[in-house]
């Protein structure tokens, strides 16, 4: 009897010792965790810096196509990857990023770049004095010839329909049944990504809200515990 009840003891251990440090010890961590507040110039109230209005339809897209099994949505700290130096973030991602999101989409490998900050944009001096809003993601040199104009909805939906003619050693798969084929009418529509003299090719509401959510992925504001460890100069280079 006594090498069962070891046995019982050591399972029981075990397992009370997994959900401790598993379960209980960061749930004490994060459970109070709270939305980093600033305070604007003459409001009455502190308005909370972090952007998390999303399309939840598109974000339905997202899982339901399983993106988030070839992309993460984690920035690492640049002392354990290169993450911050391709332009993936200007800094890491913490869990304060998540605080709105029931069930964060952080994946669990890299078949394609991170996602956290698809939509990150900043204002970048321009040689005349102007500023101009740039998307930041992705640290490109601005002679490649494969960096695009802009990473816009219409970007996304060539990217949907056939990511080879963009990137011709792409592992991502089309998503072609995210499109349908309308007549042109008056004229085509700026979104199409093929037409004849008859018909396009335009994206469905599925692949609109997609790209919608896609371009919401910001998380590169400064937050208390993540200071910036890029500026938007820096990552241009």
Sequence with gaps: MQK????????F????????AMVLIPHTQLASLQP??????GANSPSDI???????????????EGCFYCHSQ??????????????????????RDYIYEDVPLLGSQRLGPDFANFGWT????????????????????EDDSKKPAARNERWIYQHLYNPRTLFSDSKCPSYRYLFETKEIG????PNAVAHNAKFQIVPTHEAERLAQYLLSLDRSHELKEA??????????K
Excluded: C
């Design 4 to 11: 069962p009840s070891i046995l019982f003891t050591g399972i």
């Design 13 to 20: 251990g075990a397992f009370a010792i997994s959900v401790g």
């Design 36 to 41: 980093q507040v600033t305070w604007d110039e």
């Design 50 to 64: 972090y952007p998390h209005e999303r399309s939840a339809t598109g974000r339905e897209v997202y899982v339901a």
């Design 74 to 95: 984690q920035v690492r700290d640049p002392q354990y990857g290169p993450d911050t130096e391709r332009g993936w973030g200007s800094r890491r991602t913490v869990a």
């Design 122 to 141: 900043a204002k970048v001096a321009q040689k005349d004095g102007s500023e101009k809003t740039v998307s930041m993601w992705r640290n490109e040199h």
């Design 186 to 189: 008056e004229k085509p529509s």
């Design 227 to 236: 200071p910036t460890a890029i500026k938007p100069k820096e990552a241009k």
